[in-house]
Each structure stands twice: as C-alpha cells, then as structure tokens.
C-alpha cells in the first residue's frame, strides 16, 4: 500500500498570504489528522477529520482550518500568514482514528516557510 | 491534562551500545494509549509501537524492546546493540479515549539519539 503522501513538500509564503496544503491518506484509512512541528513548540496536534467532518481540534485560532473530501483526502488552509507559522506540517492518516486509539502513520509533511 | 515527559534532550552513544530512552506520562483517564514514533532526518514520523493502558506486557521486536509500567506512569523504551542507522529523534506519545479523542497525540519533545561507529 502506498503511504500518506502530502504536497507541495516544500512552500514559501509571504506574510499575510494564505496557503493550502494537501493529504492524502494511506487507501481505506478514514481518518486524517493534522500536526504542527516547530523547534519551540514541538509537535502539537491541530485537527482531525473522519468521514468529512471536523471530529478533534487542537488550540489554534480561526486562521488554522481544515477540510477532509469523500475520498479521505484531506486539505488545511492557512489564511493571514504570519512569521510563527513557519512549521514543517505533518499530516496522519489512521483506520478508525479517534474511536480506538488506532496507530497513526505520517506523511513526511509540508514545510512551510513564511517570509 | 494529559503530559508526556522526555527528559533526555539528546544521547550519544558508540555503536553496539545498549541505550534506553525514558517516557514518563501524565493522565486523569484510566484508557489510553502509549506510542513511540521515530523520526529520522528525513522528517517523516515513523511509527513504532502502540500500547494501551490495559496491557502492561513488555514487549520485543528484535532489537528494540518497551517497559511499560503503569505504577510509575513510564513507557521506556530501550535498543539493544544500538547501529548507526538508529539515529533519529525519538518521540513517546500519549492519546486518552475520553470523548473519542484517541486521535489526538500529545507528543513528549523528543530524544535526540545520536549512534556514532
């Protein structure tokens, strides 16, 4: 089977731009979940989508959203762009997801620059 | 609210070295589920093991094996005859059933493993 395969792999942006980034999550898995790596923050979880629907969200503002398609694939926008969000974004993709702790296989994620 | 501690930042040992790397969690849910991930230079997390609070049992896969032990709230996880190619940084995880929100990892900061020749 293939993996979590996400685009672009890598991305500048310019302040106050927005951006969408891309998931598609390994064939039958339902379940996408959105994760954000920095050198202060670590890595912190900003969403989930299963079965089109937003099911967890993580403590990020408004300008951090998501959306997941009938086909599992999953996209994450970005609006208003600011120094901060400069992150590699790592996106997950499970079978079952938030209803049994299923394990989560990554994607090697979308780097993100913001100048 | 759930915490994972990693207090080794970063561990540099020769190769064939043993090495064990601590996790310690903190949780108000009698469920939940322990992970460790890898994560080599090329950024992608790797998934390694999953545990879930009701199975304490240790457990080996070649060379890596994991004390889980939930009177000290701690999931070590240790490789034995460490390699070069074992160099990565190393995450424990931790998700809580409650309210089906298993999918959200909250990660430790990770454990830099650094395996020279």
């Known amino acids: 089977k293939a993996g979590v395969t996400q685009t672009p792999r890598y991305l500048i942006k310019t302040r106050g731009q927005q951006v969408t980034l891309s998931c598609s999550p390994i064939s039958g898995h339902r379940s996408v979940s959105w994760y954000q790596q920095t050198p202060g923050q670590g890595l912190q979880f900003l969403f989930e989508?299963?079965?089109?629907?937003?099911?967890n969200k993580g403590n990020f503002p408004g300008r951090f959203s998501g959306r997941q398609f009938s086909n599992s694939r999953s996209e994450m926008n970005v609006s208003t762009l600011e120094l901060g969000d400069s992150a590699l974004y790592l996106c997950a993709s499970s079978h079952r997801g938030g209803l049994a702790g299923d394990e989560q296989y990554f994607g090697p994620g979308t780097r993100l620059t913001v100048t | 609210a759930q915490k994972v501690t990693q207090a080794q930042t970063e561990i540099s040992v020769v190769e064939k070295e043993d090495v064990t790397l601590d996790c310690v969690y903190e949780?108000?849910?009698?469920?939940?589920?322990l992970f460790w991930y890898k994560q080599p230079p090329s950024g992608e997390l790797v998934f390694l093991i999953r545990?879930?609070?009701?199975?304490?049992q240790n457990e080996i896969s070649g060379r890596y094996s994991w004390n889980f032990q939930k009177s000290t709230s701690s999931f070590n996880f240790t490789i034995t005859a460490s390699q070069v190619v074992d160099s990565a940084v190393y995450f424990c995880?931790?998700?809580?059933?409650?309210?089906?929100?298993?999918?959200?990892?909250?990660f430790g900061t990770g454990t830099r493993l650094q395996v020279t020749l």
């Open positions: 989508y299963f079965s089109e629907t937003q099911r």
């Open positions: 545990r879930n609070s009701f199975d304490e």
């Open positions: 995880a931790l998700s809580e059933a409650r309210g089906g929100t298993a999918s959200k990892l909250t």
């Open positions: 949780t108000r849910d009698t469920t939940y589920y």
